[in-house]
């Protein structure tokens, strides 16, 4: 599974592994994530009809109205299982526990997307497999990552008190998450965009983007393993 060999990789990049406790717990969230953000979206979609019964097409709104359900929802799901826990101890944890969130999502979502496209074809299910293990996970990866990094940087912030802001832990309070999640939701709402254009071109490039993107991560993510108070 695309998500699980992603899970392995960042893992292994993290010089104090975490208890594979409180990863399972926030890969487990994360995927729990997955029904609520499709009740929102869904609900999201009925509003905007609404509201404009002649709309032919995903509207912008739409487009960052989803993006930002699922940004939020998956650093509810790190918040919630991890970032008030006492295994949440150093800047670097921020990341962890946002990319773990991000995959647990980004699994659920690749098995439905997967056997949905399988119904046509084991080939159709063999491409689409492929397709979100290059696409999608890259982006739920990058997008978190955005919010783990805002969280990351704030995690020494003197007006932190011990026990941590009830927005974010000990990794920065509202402010930092409030940055993360503009910088996710805009990052997830431009590769949809492009999704949907669906032209062969936007895609791939879209696609390269993402590479580079996680090329620039891992040089961040070594930052972040180094930062001391």
Known sequence: MPALIWLWFWLKEDLHPEPKKAISLTFF??????PAA?????ALMKLEL??????????IFAIFGWAFIEEYLKYFAARQSAFKKPWFDEPVDALIYMITAALGFAA???ILFIFQAGDKGMLSGF???NMRFIGATLLHILASSAVGIGLALGFFKKENPPAGPPAGGRAGGRKNVAWGLLAAVGLHALFNFFIIKNSAVGVLKVFSFLWLGIIILLLVFEKIKRLKK
Do not use: D, R, T, Y
């Not at 499709?38 to 869904?42: A, H, I």
């Open 50 to 59: 609404f509201f404009n019964p002649q709309i032919a097409s995903i509207s």
């Open 127 to 129: 491409v689409a497999g």
């Open 29 to 34: 969230f994360g995927m729990l994530m997955v």
């Open 108 to 110: 659920l979502e690749n």
């Open 38 to 42: 499709f009740v929102l979206e869904k």
